[in-house]
Structure formats: C-alpha cells, structure tokens
C-alpha cells in the first residue's frame, strides 16, 4: 500500500515538486533539498528529506536568535518549534503552511524509511521525550503523515503529541490509516493546521 500511494503521488506531484526545487534554487541559492538524520524502525537511523525552508546557516540564527529571546527558549525545549521562526525563509513559510517542503519524504517512503502513515519522524535528541512510550515508537516507521498531523499539530505539546503516537501504534489497523490519510488532504487545505 505505501508503494503504491507514494509512487502515483509522486508521479502526480512531480511538476510541483519540479517548480518547487527551482524556485528555492532562485530565491535562496543552493540545494532545494536536505536531508535530516532520524530516528526510524527498531532505532535505525535514516536521512529524511525535506525542501529547504530554512536560511543557509541556520544553526548560528537559531542560537543567536534564542541567545536575544531568552523567553523564546522554553517554547523551544517543549515542541522544537518557534512561532515566527527567524531561520524559515518567506518561500519555506509557505511550503510549510501548504505541507509541499514535505512531499520528498516520498522517497523515503520508497526506500522503505518511513510509511505513509505514522509517527513523525524525530530526531535522537527526542527519543528521551517519549519515556515509557520509546518502544512504541521504535516498533514502526515514521509516517509522512498521522495521528498528530490530523489533530491539530502546531496547537499541541510534545506531550500530547507522544500520546497520540503512542495511541496510534497501539490502535493501527488498515483502515485507520485509511481514516488519516484522507483526514490529512482536509488538514492539508486548511493553512491553520500546517507549520
């Protein structure tokens, strides 16, 4: 099912993703696509891939900018997200808000790193956050899209976002993927739910 659902959108997403690419090459130079190490199946590590919607040197504008915002710091440890990020480029803002800066996880998807649905993919700084929880994470593939993605997920803490991981590897089934899948085209057109 995952190839099946990742191979026809990609062939259907590719002139998007096309113009995508060149107009991250235009406005902001360099590569249009980057890749993260995560944390996948059984703790595995994997590169996922994103468009870049960030600045070039990220890192130093992140320290930098947490270094000014010392208030900022605490909404940073809790999601590993900054309302009004000063690293996200005006093109990524709207990729993230339209979810495009995630249609190259559909490689991953082919390479059998990640599944159609799931988990999201996280970093090995994150695995601490899921506590009693890890195993659960550990025992399937990060998802491009799941539980979290269709609930509201930049309204949301860490805590209820591992929650609802864990809720939903306890609770899969086939059709509740199906359920999600369809839930996130709804999630998708609506900009409030993205980012």
């Not at 993605?149 to 864990?166: C, E, H």
Request: proline letters at 5%.
């Amino acid at each position: 099912m995952d190839l099946v659902i990742a191979g026809t959108a990609l062939v259907m997403a590719a002139p998007v993703m096309i113009v995508v690419a060149l107009l991250i090459r235009i406005t902001a130079g360099g590569p249009a696509v980057f890749s993260h190490s995560r944390i996948g199946f059984g703790g595995k590590p994997f590169d996922c891939y994103k468009f870049r919607s960030m600045v070039a040197n990220s890192e130093e504008v992140l320290k930098a900018y947490l270094e000014a915002n010392p208030h900022v710091c605490k909404e940073w440890e809790e999601t590993h997200k900054i309302r009004n990020d000063p690293r996200v480029t005006l093109l990524g803002w709207m990729l993230r808000k339209s979810s495009l800066d995630e249609l190259p996880q559909l490689f991953n998807i082919i390479r059998g790193d990640m599944s159609c649905v799931g988990p999201r993919p996280i970093v090995k700084d994150e695995l601490i956050r899921y506590g009693d929880h890890l195993g659960e994470y550990l025992r399937t593939r990060p998802g491009l899209t799941g539980l979290w993605q269709v609930s509201g997920r930049s309204s949301m803490d860490y805590a209820n976002r591992v929650a609802l991981d864990s809720q939903y590897v306890r609770n899969w089934s086939i059709w509740l993927d199906i359920v999600i899948l369809f839930r996130t085209v709804f999630a998708v057109m609506r900009f409030d739910r993205a980012a």
